[in-house]
Each structure stands twice: as structure tokens, then as C-alpha cells.
């Protein structure tokens, strides 16, 4: 339930006794949404949970966890009551505990779909992270499940939350540097042995459900358009044990409707995270582009290269954390909602399927 915080008026009082005095005194720009995060591994811990801190709407109320030890160490460190700690076995008794009002699934990619959709069966909004799902029908299959329940569904592209690539949205599709001709997107890193993203079972893919897929949203983020055609190579060296059973590297050409081209990497074995708008007239470049933070921007007219520098804002954790807030609270739909997670996914699915029949896969206007 959206309920009022009353952090501020009650000062140095907990948060739990803040709880137990109800909504009735606080006003509507104190109001706080609850969030439980289930899984509790890196991006959960490290990242999300963090930026709670700095959120104006949005607070942590419950954790999901299959580690007891987790359970204690998290749950203590964020105030969270023994009442809203859940093992995967319980998750769905979150039903009965009005604190919740989202979900976020930080689990490994192929449990994203199971996880959100029991989520909406409890009566809960989802932020899920990215890659959505492992298969278009399984997004698809999600998308329908949130209809039904009449609950939202946000996933995690947290870039769109951040200033700078903002701001490159803007200076692209406002043709600040001549219309949009090509855009190059690279992501990758050096991936390490012995982890579920190597799994396909558990990842439903290699380099591109992953890393990959920051090249793909961010071609279709700064264009505004969806591709129509789709031209991808693999490379993966079999031999590697770390990719028995998922791609290493795979890249991918997509034509935009408006003559756009954007030439894309995807690695698990070198290291990218950049990518550069290409117009009629210069060029904006991001390198770093997608960072947890550092972003540096330039761009080129005129026959002159300007870095841009923008003050310190929010982090694009608390903003993405707010953002499906604020739709909760004002019942408006998220700017990256399932269906944005579902045109990724089928983008995938072709880039796969070009990779592998080694042609050119057309794909039809959404
Ligand atoms: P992680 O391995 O650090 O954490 C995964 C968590 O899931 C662990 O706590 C693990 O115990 C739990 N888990 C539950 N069931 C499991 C099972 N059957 N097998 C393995 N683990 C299981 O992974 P992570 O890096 O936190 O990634 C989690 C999700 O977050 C992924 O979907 C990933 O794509 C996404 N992610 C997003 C970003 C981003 O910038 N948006 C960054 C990192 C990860």
C-alpha cells in the first residue's frame, strides 16, 4: 500500500515505530512506495539497494532470499522486521503484507518471468530486471499476466534514469547534430568461469541477453525506432569452457525505418561500453556510456570536439527506483514498461536466428 513516510516529521525516530503511527498526519508529498527486492546477489545488494537512500518516493520494505544468512545480514543492516523476510519457498505469502507495493526481481534471467508474473498474482507491481525474459513467448506470456492482474511492469533499463544518456537521447532525436545516419554501440567485458550467466538454462543466452543488450536498447533509445531488418555474426570458441553452452561474442547491423543503421558489439571476452550517434554534421560520443556511473560525453561540429559536462544529479538507481514510484502513486505507465523489454526480445530472438542461418532476418513493424 502507498502510505505516507513520516521520516522527516518523526526525525531521529526508527522507522518502525514511524510505521505504527499511521497514515493520517503525514501530507501527499511525503508518500513512499514499498519495495521488496527478491534475490540478494550483486546488483540487488551493491547497486539497488544503496540507492534507497536517496530516493524521494520510494523505500525499501522486504527482502526475498533463499540464504538465511543474507536474510540476517541485509535485513538487520536496512531495518527490514523479521514479518518481511521471506524465503523463495513463502514469496507468496508478500499477498498478505499491505508494506509492499512493488516487487523487483533481481534474480537470474530465466527465473524473471516466473518471479514477476507470481508477483502480479499476489496484487503487486514489478520491476524486473533486464534481460525481461529468455524467450519473446515468455515476455509475451508476462505482458498478459500484468493486464490481467491490472498491475504495472517496469524493467530495469536504468540508463534511461541517467543524465547523460538523457541528454544524448535528446541531442540525437532533436538532430543536434544533422539527422541520425549511423550509430555505433559497443558493450562488453571479460567474462570470469563458474557463474549462472554461463548456464543458459539459467541466462537463456551468452554476451547478448547480458551485456549485448545495452548496444541493442541503446540503438533503439537513441533513434526512437524499431528495426526493421537485422544482420548478426557469431563468434564463440567452443573450446573455452566458459562457452559450452553460450555465446562469446556477437554482433549485429540493424536498419532503422528512416535509413538509420546502427553496427553493434556484443562480447564476453573484450571490453567495450560506448557507443557514438553519428549525424549529416558530427557527432555525439559517449565513452563510458552505460556505467553503474562516470558517464563522459563529447561532441563533435563544426569541425571542433567539446566535451559536455552536466552538474551532479540523481543517480540513475534512485531515479529508476522513483520513476515506477510515481506511476504507482499517480497511476500513469512507466517510460520503459514491459512492452519495452518485449521489443528487445524480439529483436534478440532474430539476431540469434541471422547468426545462425547466417542471413538476414526482416522483421515486421510492431
Ligand atoms: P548475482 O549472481 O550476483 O545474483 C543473483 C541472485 O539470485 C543471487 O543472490 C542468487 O543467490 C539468487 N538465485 C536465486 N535462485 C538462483 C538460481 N537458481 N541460480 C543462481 N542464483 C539464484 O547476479 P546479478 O549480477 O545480481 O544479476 C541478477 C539480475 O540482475 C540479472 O537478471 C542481471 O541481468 C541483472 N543485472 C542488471 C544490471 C543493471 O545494470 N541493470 C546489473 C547487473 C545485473
Redesign the pocket.
Known amino acids: 500500500m502507498v502510505e505516507n513516510s513520516r521520516r522527516a516529521v518523526l526525525g531521529g525516530l526508527g522507522a518502525g515505530l514511524a510505521m505504527t503511527l499511521g497514515p493520517a498526519r503525514a501530507s501527499a508529498a511525503d508518500r513512499k512506495v514499498g519495495y521488496a527486492i527478491v ?6 545488494t551493491q ?1 539497488i539497494m544503496p540507492a534507497f537512500a536517496s530516493c524521494d518516493r520510494s523505500r525499501l520494505v522486504a527482502l526475498v ?3 538465511p544468512a543474507k536474510l540476517d545480514t541485509f535485513g538487520d543492516k536496512y531495518d527490514i522486521p523479521a514479518s518481511h523476510r521471506y524465503s523463495y519457498g513463502d514469496f507468496d505469502r508478500i499477498r498478505n503484507n499491505p508494506d509492499i507495493d512493488i516487487v523487483y526481481v ?4 530465466s ?2 518471468a516466473e518471479y514477476s508474473i507470481r508477483a502480479a498474482q499476489a496484487g503487486k507491481h514489478v520491476m524486473c ?3 525481461m525474459a529468455v524467450s519473446v513467448a515468455e515476455g509475451e506470456r508476462m505482458i498478459a499476466a500484468f493486464r490481467q492482474a491490472g498491475k504495472k511492469l517496469m524493467i ?1 533499463y ?1 540508463s534511461r534514469f541517467e543524465q547523460y544518456n538523457r541528454l544524448a537521447i535528446d541531442l540525437a532525436r532533436s538532430g543536434h547534430v544533422g539527422p541520425t545516419r549511423i550509430i555505433t554501440a559497443d558493450h562488453g567485458f571479460p567474462i570470469t568461469a563458474g ?2 550467466r554461463l548456464d543458459r538454462s ?1 541466462s537463456g543466452g551468452g554476451s547478448l541477453m ?1 551485456i549485448g543488450i545495452y548496444s541493442l536498447n541503446a540503438a533503439r533509445y537513441l533513434t526512437g525506432e524499431e528495426p526493421v531488418e537485422v544482420s548478426a555474426i557469431e563468434s564463440t570458441d567452443r573450446n573455452d569452457p566458459r562457452f559450452r553452452t553460450v555465446e562469446d561474442r556477437i554482433n549485429f547491423l540493424l536498419r532503422f525505418p528512416s535509413g538509420i543503421e546502427a553496427v553493434c558489439v556484443s562480447s564476453y571476452s573484450s571490453s567495450h561500453n560506448s557507443y557514438r550517434v553519428t549525424g549529416t554534421g558530427g557527432w555525439i560520443e559517449m565513452s563510458p556510456a552505460t556505467p553503474y556511473a562516470g558517464q563522459a560525453m563529447s561532441i563533435h561540429r563544426n569541425g571542433e570536439t567539446t566535451p559536455r559536462t552536466l552538474p551532479p544529479g540523481k543517480s540513475q538507481f534512485a531515479g529508476q527506483l522513483d520513476h515506477l514510484a510515481e506511476c504507482v502513486i499517480n497511476d500513469t505507465t512507466p517510460i520503459v514498461p514491459g512492452e519495452e523489454g518485449l521489443a528487445d526480445l524480439r529483436v534478440i530472438e532474430a539476431i540469434y536466428r541471422s547468426a545462425a542461418e547466417r542471413r538476414h532476418i526482416a522483421l515486421q513493424a510492431m
Open positions: 534475490g540478494l546477489g550483486y546488483y540487488a547497486q532470499s533463499g540464504t533481481v534474480l537470474p534471467n527465473l524473471h530486471e533486464k534481460p530495469g536504468r557463474q549462472w539459467l547480458d
